[in-house]
Structures are given as C-alpha cells and as structure tokens.
C-alpha cells in the first residue's frame, strides 16, 4: 500500500511539473492577427501580422506585411514581407525561429532571454544568411497588455553593438 501511495505521488509531481513547463510559454501570446504602427530608419510602415500554431501545435507560423509611407507624393510604397516559424529545439531547450524576407534574408533566431514576469524577451539571431559573416540581429519583444505589444528590432554590424532600426507598436485585431 505503501507503494502504491508514493507512486500515485510521483505521478501526480511528474504530471503538474509536465502541466507547468510550456515550452511555448513566452510565445503563447502572439496566436492572433495584429495590426499597428512602425517607426525607424527605413522610414514609417503599417504593419499586420498574424501567428498560428500548426502541425497540431508542434509549430508557430508567422507571416507579417508592412507597407512604407512612399518617400515622396510620386513615388510608389515599398512593400514587405516575411514568413516564419518557431520550433521548440529539445535538445536546446529553446524556442527557434526562422524567418525568411522577400528582401532574401533568412535570420535564425534563438529565444535569449524572457524576463521574470514573462513579459520581456528578446531573441537573437544565431545565423544570417546573405549577410556578410558577423552581423547580428535582435528582436525584443515587450508585453504591454493582452492585446497590445511593443516590438524593437535592432541590427549589428560586425564588431559593433545593437542599434534600434524599427520599433512596433502593435494590437490584437482577432
């Protein structure tokens, strides 16, 4: 009976420590189409962005589209876009994400960082193809409520520090 009580307890551990360690945790928040504001130094966009677990939630896609405010009244706006997706890597014990720009850049990212309240973390891109080796890129994302989030997008160049290139502002639209 004796064993029977401390294996029944050892499964009831097991379980809640399984229940509690979501992997996908810092991530859950953005399922959901988004829409907002970007400033920075490619100039000011309007962006929309939607994330979906697929796979039976075994991956994130994301797909974001941005159109720039035209440079000039006869110019036409630049459009961009890009899709990804968030894996988490077992062995890692990371979320990673790789994104892919119709400017031909592909950034693989690894989740740095996440902040004690789950509300800030950042991820770093651990590879850039069609950059030159030694630039760096980092996402930050800010948790400002359930439907709102704050995104900064910073660039490195070899040898040099993070610069803020775009900062999102953006709401939960679904």
Not at 22 to 50: C, H, I, M, N, Y
Not at 95 to 110: A, D, K, L, P, T
Request: glycine fraction near 6%; charged fraction near 30%.
């Amino acid at each position: 009976m004796k064993c029977v009580r401390i294996l029944s307890l050892v499964v009831l551990f097991a379980l809640n420590a399984v229940a509690q360690s979501d992997p996908w945790a810092p991530v859950r928040a953005f399922e959901g189409k988004w829409e907002g504001s970007v400033t920075g130094k490619p100039g000011k966009q309007l962006s929309s962005r939607e994330y979906q677990f697929v796979s039976d939630g075994t991956f994130l896609w994301q797909h974001d589209h941005s159109v720039y405010e035209a440079k000039s009244p006869d110019a036409t706006p630049e459009v961009r876009e890009d899709f990804g997706y968030f894996s988490y890597d077992k062995f890692l014990k990371k979320i990673v994400w790789r994104q892919f720009h119709s400017e031909g850049f592909v950034n693989e990212y690894r989740l740095d960082s996440v902040s004690a309240d789950g509300k800030l973390f950042e991820f770093i891109t651990v590879r850039i193809e069609n950059l030159p080796a030694g630039w760096r890129a980092k996402k930050s994302y800010r948790l400002l409520s359930a439907d709102e989030l704050e995104e900064t997008f910073s660039l490195a160049p070899p040898d040099k520090e993070f610069e803020i290139y775009t900062v999102a502002h953006l709401r939960r639209v679904k």
